[in-house]
């Protein structure tokens, strides 16, 4: 088999997968992302939040 002929098939199946996105799959994934960045936020304020609640 010719390895460059394999590459690009791979990389065309890649690109293929990626730009079928319908849009509630692109909805889902984008709230994904959302609640994946407010979660990090969140874990990374808890230690200011809880000497507030100390006081």
């Given at each position: 088999m010719n390895?460059?002929?394999f590459?690009?098939?791979i990389l065309?199946?890649?690109i293929m997968?990626?730009?079928n996105f319908n849009g509630?799959?692109?909805r889902k994934?984008?709230?994904?992302v959302i609640f994946g960045i407010?979660?990090?936020k969140i874990i990374?304020?808890?230690p200011e939040l809880i000497v507030l609640l100390m006081h």
């Open positions: 390895d460059k002929r590459k690009l098939k065309g199946v890649f997968e990626t730009l509630k799959e692109l994934t984008i709230w994904s407010a979660l990090i990374s304020m808890l």
